[in-house]
T-cell receptor
Framework: NAGVIQTPRHKVTGKGQEATLWCEPISGHSAVFWYRQTIVQGLEFLTYFRNQAPIDDSGMPKERFSAQMPNQSHSTLKIQSTQPQDSAVYLC????????????FGPGTRLTVL | GDSVTQTEGQVTVSESKSLIINCTYSTTSIAYPNLFWYVRYPGEGLQLLLKVITAGQKGSSRGFEATYNKETTSFHLQKASVQESDSAVYYCALGVNNYAQGLTFGLGTRVSVFP
């Protein structure tokens, strides 16, 4: 069991560039969550997929952020026109069924926007 | 919205001494939330330490215990005798509404245990 895989582990972008973060959930898990972690705000929920369908994206910033899950083996979080305030660690988690099932977290992608 | 408040910053404790990390929560949900403690050990990812989904019950793992108290809306984490290997960052979290909005986390408490 490789756990949740996130790539890249570190990404540095210039202001205004696009960043795409990848997440591979644990095989057999039907739910995928994205979180963002900063020193000031802590861990914040961004969005949630179940069986590849978007369930709730209430935590996603209204502009520039989008997430997709084109198949059961990966999800992407895309940030367009990155800004310095987007610098954070982005965590992906998966769970077997969503709901009360335990969420297993990946190692995160540290995004730095210069 | 929902929120979790826990002992902030860093806690330093001697090996074999007791530890308590306070956690209180607030939720607008009419349903009682599920409560969690997650831990991040140095160099590792965030992982579940313990979970309690029923008010009044206690969860335990690796010598840690936490009791879900709905009257005081608290879920304090305790250990009677800590070891150096317990040095980590601990996060209290709650889940409501079938987790459609993911988990709500506290800011984390860094625990350093010294010999």
């Amino acid at each position: 069991n490789a756990g949740v895989i996130q790539t890249p582990r570190h990404k540095v972008t210039g202001k205004g560039q696009e960043a795409t973060l990848w997440c591979e959930p644990i095989s057999g898990h039907s739910a995928v969550f994205w979180y963002r972690q900063t020193i000031v705000q802590g861990l914040e929920f961004l969005t949630y997929f179940r069986n590849q369908a978007p369930i709730d994206d209430s935590g996603m910033p209204k502009e520039r952020f989008s997430a997709q899950m084109p198949n059961q083996s990966h999800s992407t979080l895309k940030i367009q026109s990155t800004q310095p305030q987007d610098s954070a660690v982005y965590l992906c988690a998966s769970s077997r069924t969503g709901g009360e099932a335990e969420q297993f977290f990946g190692p995160g992608t540290r995004l730095t926007v210069l | 919205g929902d929120s979790v408040t826990q002992t902030e910053g860093q806690v330093t404790v001697s090996e074999s001494k007791s530890l308590i990390i306070n956690c209180t929560y607030s939720t607008t949900s009419i349903a009682y939330p599920n409560l969690f403690w997650y831990v991040r050990y140095p160099g590792e990812g965030l992982q579940l330490l313990l979970k309690v989904i029923t008010a009044g019950q206690k969860g335990s793992s690796r010598g840690f215990e936490a009791t879900y108290n709905k009257e005081t809306t608290s879920f304090h984490l305790q250990k009677a005798s800590v070891q150096e290997s317990d040095s980590a960052v601990y996060y209290c979290a709650l889940g409501v509404n079938n987790y459609a909005q993911g988990l709500t986390f506290g800011l984390g408490t860094r625990v350093s245990v010294f010999p």
